[in-house]
C-alpha cells in the first residue's frame, strides 16, 4: 500500500515539474506540428515600365515602375536595384536602390525609382531584386531617343507646316531692279495644339548659297495662332541680283528655338539649288554683299576663283613644234 502511494506521488511530482518547465522555459515541450524556421514566401519582378519625368537643357529623369509579385509567407528586407547603362559605350551612367521592405500579402507591389541621366542617345535599363541582400529575380528594359524629351521652354504646340500644299517657306519677287530685287518672304505655322499660341516671332535669314554669306536678316511677330488653325507670317528682303539663296526660318518663343524650315530663292538663271543640294564652289563677288539690308559686314575669303589667260590662246603647242625643229636644223648645220 505505501509501495503504490510512493509511485504516485513520484508520478504526480514528474508531472508537476513537466507544467513549471514548460511555462518557465518555453521551447522545452516540443509541438509536433513545428517544422523548423518559416521559409519566406517567393518573390519575382512581374514587370518594368520606363516614363519619362522632369527634363532640363542637359538632364532628363526617368521614372522607373518595378511591379514586384509576391506570394505565400511574409518576405522580409526586399530591395530594388536599379542601374542605366549607356546603350551605344556600355558604361554605367546612374544606379539607385530603393528598399522596399517586408512584404506580407499576396499579388504586386508597384515600386518607383526615379534615375536622372543626360538627355542624349539611348539606355539599358537593368532592374534587380533582392530578398535578404540575396538576388532572386531581374529584368532588363531599354529606352531610347532620348532627346526627343523636351524640356518645358522647348514644348509648343506651334510649328511649320510640312506638305507641298503649303509649303513652309515660300517667297515672291516684289521688285526688280538693276543690281537688287525686293521678295516677299512667307512662313505659313499650324497651331496643333488645344489652346491658342503667343508671344511667338519668326526670323528669317537669307544666305548667299555657295558662299554661307548673310544677305539679309528680319524679324517679324507671329501674332496669336488659334487652336488648331494654320496662319502666315510675311517679310521682305532686298538682296544682290543674279545669286542663289537659302531662306531659313526660325521660330521663337522668347528668345528660345522652337522649330525651324528652310527654302530656295534661285535669282541666278544659270544654275539653281534647292533645300537638299550641297554646296558648290563658284566665283563670288563679296562686294555685292557689303552693307546689305539688314546683312552682316562680310569677311574677306581666301577662297575665291581666280583665272588667268595667255596673250595668244591656242598656239603654244605649236609655237614650241617649230622652235624645236628650227633649233635642231641650225644645230645640224653648224655642225657641218
Avoid: C
Amino acid at each position: 500500500m505505501e509501495r503504490n502511494a510512493l509511485l504516485t506521488a513520484g508520478a504526480v511530482g514528474v508531472v508537476v515539474v513537466a507544467l513549471v518547465a514548460a511555462a518557465v522555459v518555453p521551447g522545452v515541450v516540443a509541438d509536433p506540428t513545428d517544422d523548423g524556421p518559416v521559409r519566406p514566401g517567393p518573390v519575382d519582378v512581374a514587370g518594368v515600365s520606363i516614363a519619362a519625368g522632369q527634363a532640363t537643357g542637359e538632364t532628363v529623369t526617368l521614372e522607373i515602375e518595378t511591379r514586384i509579385d509576391h506570394r505565400g509567407n511574409p518576405t522580409q528586407n526586399v530591395s530594388v536595384l536599379v542601374r542605366a547603362v549607356d546603350a551605344e559605350s556600355g558604361l554605367l551612367t546612374t544606379t539607385q536602390e530603393l528598399d522596399v521592405g517586408t512584404l506580407s500579402k499576396d499579388g504586386e507591389v508597384a515600386t518607383t525609382t526615379n534615375l536622372t541621366v543626360p538627355r542624349e542617345g539611348g539606355y539599358d535599363i537593368e532592374v534587380v531584386l533582392y530578398s535578404d541582400d540575396e538576388r532572386v529575380d531581374q529584368a532588363r528594359k531599354s529606352v531610347r531617343g532620348v532627346s526627343a524629351i523636351k524640356p518645358p521652354y522647348l514644348r509648343s504646340t506651334t510649328s511649320f507646316t510640312d506638305s507641298e500644299a503649303l509649303p513652309p517657306v515660300s517667297f515672291a519677287i516684289a521688285e526688280a531692279g538693276e543690281d537688287r530685287t525686293t521678295l516677299d518672304l512667307t512662313a505659313t505655322l499650324t497651331n496643333a495644339g488645344d489652346d491658342p499660341a503667343e508671344d511667338l516671332s519668326v526670323l528669317f535669314v537669307l544666305r548667299q548659297a555657295e558662299s554661307n554669306i548673310v544677305a539679309s536678316r528680319t524679324t517679324v511677330d507671329a501674332g496669336t495662332i488659334a487652336a488648331g488653325r494654320t496662319e502666315t507670317v510675311d517679310a521682305s528682303a532686298s538682296v544682290p541680283n543674279d545669286y542663289n539663296y537659302y531662306i531659313d526660318a526660325v521660330l521663337l518663343r522668347d528668345g528660345v528655338v522652337i522649330d525651324t524650315a528652310r527654302g530656295a530663292a534661285n535669282l541666278n538663271p544659270t544654275r539653281t539649288i534647292s533645300v537638299n543640294q550641297t554646296r558648290e564652289d563658284v566665283e563670288l563677288r563679296v562686294e555685292d554683299f557689303e552693307n546689305g539690308d539688314g546683312g552682316d559686314a562680310p569677311q574677306r575669303t581666301d577662297y575665291e576663283r581666280t583665272e588667268t589667260s595667255s596673250a595668244a590662246p591656242g598656239f603654244g603647242p605649236i609655237v614650241a613644234v617649230v622652235g624645236l625643229l628650227v633649233a635642231v636644223f641650225a644645230t645640224r648645220r653648224w655642225s657641218k
